[in-house]
């Protein structure tokens, strides 16, 4: 069974900046990758940013250059840093984690509850 704890989230002006932080636990083995997905009002679900365990990373367009996905992989957690926020970036800001558990079993989609965040003026 895999749990993933966010916070962070928050009210922010245009311009500022928040870190996120989801902390996965569980009968865990090893993590093969985690991601952030955000959810706007009235939008799809697209995903933010990724890393895999070798640390590659990568970012939708919209957001490159401003944010920066980082882990700890002793703490078992991924970062978001979001910086120079946008009002476009109010979204609920989803975890999400493909990991291996200690019994051989794996689970691709293990999800977070979300986290608010909202830029406004």
């Known amino acids: 069974q895999v749990q993933l704890v966010e916070s962070g989230g928050g009210l922010v002006q245009p311009g500022g900046s928040l870190r996120l932080s989801c902390a996965a636990s569980g009968s865990i083995f090893s993590i093969n990758a985690m991601g952030w997905y955000r959810q706007a009002p009235g939008q799809q679900r697209e995903v933010v940013a990724t890393i895999t365990s070798g640390g590659i990373t990568n970012y939708a367009d919209s957001v490159k250059g401003r944010f920066t996905i980082s882990k700890d992989n002793a703490k078992k957690t991924v970062y978001l840093q979001m910086n120079s926020l946008k009002l476009e970036d109010t979204a609920v800001y989803y975890c999400?984690?493909?990991?291996?558990?200690?019994?051989?079993?794996?689970?691709?989609?293990?999800w977070g509850q979300g986290t608010q965040v909202t830029v406004s003026s």
């Open positions: 999400n984690a493909d990991v291996n558990l200690r019994g051989g079993w794996r689970v691709r989609d293990a």
